[in-house]
C-alpha cells in the first residue's frame, strides 16, 4: 500500500512557464513532507519541505503548497529553467519515526528550452 | 570530499553471490541510513543507524540482507544470496543528529547500481 503517491510519472513544461508537481498522501500521521530533486547517476538532493503546521512555503522559484484535509501537496517552480530538468521525488514523515522517510515513486519533469 | 561516498558505484554479480555495499557518511553525521530504489518505484526505507546501533532495521526485505555501522562512521550492507530481485539501486544517506527538523534533510550518496544476473 503505497502512503505516498506522485500519479504523474512524467511531466514536460517549456522553459519560463510554470511547473506543477503533485503528490498525494494516505497517511494521516504525516505532519512533515519534503521534495527531492535527482539528477541521473547522482543522489537525491533536499530541496524544499514543509511542516502540517503551515499552509505554503516558499524558497526563491520554488513553493510548496500543503492541503492537509485533501492530504495532498504540491511543487511549483516558477519560472521553470532547462536546470530544473529532473525526477522529484515527494516523501513525508511523522514525528514518531523522523528519522524513516516515504517516498512516491517520483515524477520526472523535462522543461523544454 | 564533504559527501555521502558510496562503492562500488556499479556491481554485477551472479545470482547465488553475496555482495557487500560500503558507505562512507559526511563526518560528523551521527545517522545513517540505506535506501533502495527498484526500477520504477520510489526509495523504499532499508535501515537505520545511530551511532553504531540499529534501532530500525523494519525494512530489511529478508535475512538475507544485513548492515553494520562501525566507529560511527563507515557503514556496510551486505545481502548474501543474491536474487535477481535484489537489483536495484542502493543508495546512503546521512544526516547530522535526529530528532531536529534538519534530521529529514537527508544528505545521500550518489548509490551503488546492483544487478544480479
Known amino acids: 500500500d503505497q502512503q505516498v503517491k506522485q500519479n504523474s510519472p512524467s511531466l514536460s513544461v517549456q522553459e519560463g512557464r510554470i511547473s506543477i508537481l503533485n503528490c498525494d498522501y494516505t497517511n494521516s500521521m504525516f505532519d512533515y513532507f519534503l521534495w527531492y530533486k535527482k539528477y541521473p547517476a547522482e543522489g537525491p538532493t533536499f530541496l524544499i519541505s514543509i511542516s502540517s503546521i503551515k499552509d505554503k512555503n516558499e524558497d526563491g522559484r520554488f513553493t510548496v503548497f500543503l492541503n492537509k484535509s485533501a492530504k495532498h501537496l504540491s511543487l511549483h517552480i516558477v519560472p521553470s529553467q532547462p536546470g530544473d530538468s529532473a525526477v522529484y521525488f515527494c516523501a513525508a514523515t511523522s514525528g514518531g519515526s523522523n528519522y524513516k522517510l516515504t517516498f512516491g515513486k517520483g515524477t520526472l519533469l523535462t522543461v523544454n528550452p | 570530499g564533504a559527501g555521502v561516498s558510496q562503492s562500488p558505484s556499479n556491481k554485477v554479480t551472479e545470482k547465488g553471490k553475496d555482495v557487500e555495499l560500503r558507505c562512507d557518511p559526511i563526518s560528523g553525521h551521527t545517522a545513517l541510513y540505506w535506501y533502495r530504489q527498484s526500477l520504477g518505484q520510489g526509495l523504499e526505507f532499508l535501515i537505520y543507524?545511530?551511532?553504531?546501533?540499529?534501532?530500525?532495521k523494519s525494512g530489511l526485505p529478508s535475512d538475507r540482507f544485513s548492515a553494520e555501522r562501525t566507529g560511527g562512521s563507515v557503514s556496510t550492507l551486505t545481502i548474501q544470496r543474491t536474487q535477481q530481485e535484489d537489483s536495484a539501486v542502493y543508495l546512503c544517506a546521512s544526516s547530522p543528529m535526529p530528532g531536529t527538523t534538519t534530521n529529514e534533510k537527508l544528505f545521500f550518496g550518489s548509490g551503488t547500481q546492483l544487478s544480479v544476473l
Open positions: 543507524f545511530q551511532g553504531n546501533s540499529a534501532p530500525d
